[in-house]
């Protein structure tokens, strides 16, 4: 009987999973408020009512698809972190080549965010707290290079931070909107000169 559970667990996952990577795709395409659960359930083979069997509400799906699509790239933004100082201001670089490989993922995120844009909204606190975060882990790594010597300590962490954090923002749109004007080159290009000025 505990074999047969596991299977039946193991479906549930792989169907979560469909589900979501479908709805990314056409929430991508279309926005979420242009796509209906109907949309999703057709491009996965299955009914409306199974989708909200595994999400509940649409809303819930949104924030699944969001959550998701955040996983994918943490790991890149954590990697960078985690080095500290200006380490960890030159892996943007590689954060910046790895996301031009995903080109979805990043329009996946501009569509989400102009779609949050007001209080009240499904997942507006959602990118509120998200970019909150973002900014106190890039002040933190600056602080870092502050406590080595390696960055200006006249500096201010939060401010360049959340300059850093408006870049990362807007390289993301400009790509979105514009594909050629590659996004690897646009980072490569603002890191070089941040690096230059924040050096100690």
Known sequence: MAGVKGQVQRRGVERRHQIVQAALELFTKRGA??????????RVGISAPAVLHHFGTKDD???????????????EFTDLVSAGGL?????LVDMGEALA????????YVVFLAENLH?????????VDRTYVM???LA????????????????????????????LHGAAMQWAIDPSIG?????????????RDLAA
């Not at 933190?140 to 408006?166: C, P, S, Y």
């Open 33 to 42: 408020r242009g796509t209906s659960i109907a949309d999703v359930a057709d």
């Open 61 to 75: 799906l949104l924030m699944a698809v969001i959550q998701e699509r955040d996983r994918r790239v943490a790991i």
């Open 87 to 91: 380490a960890g201001l030159r892996r």
């Open 101 to 108: 490989q995903e080109r979805g993922l990043m329009a996946a």
């Open 119 to 127: 209080e009240g909204d499904v997942a507006h606190q959602y990118f």
């Open 135 to 137: 900014k106190d882990f």
């Open 140 to 167: 933190g790594l600056l602080r870092e290079g502050q406590k080595t010597g390696e960055v200006r300590t006249d500096i201010d962490a939060e401010t360049k931070a959340g300059e850093i954090t408006a870049f």
């Open 183 to 195: 996004l690897a080159e646009l980072y490569r290009s603002y890191v070089d000169t941040l690096v």
